[in-house]
């Protein structure tokens, strides 16, 4: 059986924006394990609609027991094909992606429709369906589970790519990852334990200099 997926996002940007930040996603850092992209086809329909199809090479490291299936040579780059359907006059932009190597171990086929939001004119929707499969014999069920998990995860990490690039195009400051608010927390708590260190010195030295100035006072 196929494994399916559906989810709703929404993003606090004009669906103008979000066209326009669909295009300059990467690189992002959410987006490391996406390596290139290309151009491969593009056109104007007489209609005005704007198709395109782009080439991604991404970098997914398959799982250990999923390893052993497959000789060692085999290369861990996922080429995946993206065609895309701008509609400007009705404002909807739909994406369908799907991997073309590694199909015998998994197939991912994603649909995107990108649309106004109907409770914010100013907001974009994206509605999300996805299909897992896997042809490998005894353990497709597995793979299927592992494919679905593990696109919940990159559509986590795509959505705040998203929210980052339009942050950046909107001249706002772009939201901090968790590896800069962990570095940041670190350099603070690095800065706390110095200030405390140096405040039990000089508490320290004022206690010693006390206890000397009162043992004078015997002598």
Known sequence: MVKYFLGQSVLRSSWDQVF??????????????VLTEDIVHREVTPDQKLLSRRLLTK??????????????NV?????????????????????????????????????????????????????????????????????????????????????KGFEYILAKLQG???????????KEAKEKAKETALAATEKAKDLASKAATKKQQQQQQFV
Not at 24 to 30: G, H, I, S
Not at 59 to 72: G, K, S, V
Request: charged residues 20%.
């Open 59 to 72: 970098t997914n490291r398959m799982p250990r027991w999923a390893e052993r299936l497959f000789p060692a």
């Open 75 to 159: 290369a861990h780059s996922v080429y995946i094909l993206e065609d895309s359907i701008v509609d400007p006059q009705n404002q909807t932009m739909t994406t369908f992606t799907w991997n073309i190597n590694h199909a015998r171990l998994m197939v991912v086929e994603e649909r995107c429709v990108y649309r106004v939001n109907s409770d914010n004119n100013s907001w974009t929707e994206i509605r999300r369906e996805a299909w897992v499969s896997s042809s490998l014999f005894g353990v497709s069920r597995a793979v299927q589970e592992f494919g679905l998990a593990r696109f919940k995860s990159n559509v986590t990490k795509t959505m």
């Open 20 to 33: 326009a930040a669909f295009w300059q996603r990467y690189p992002n850092p959410y987006s490391k394990h």
């Open 172 to 182: 706002e400051a772009p939201p901090k990852t968790l590896v800069e608010t962990a």
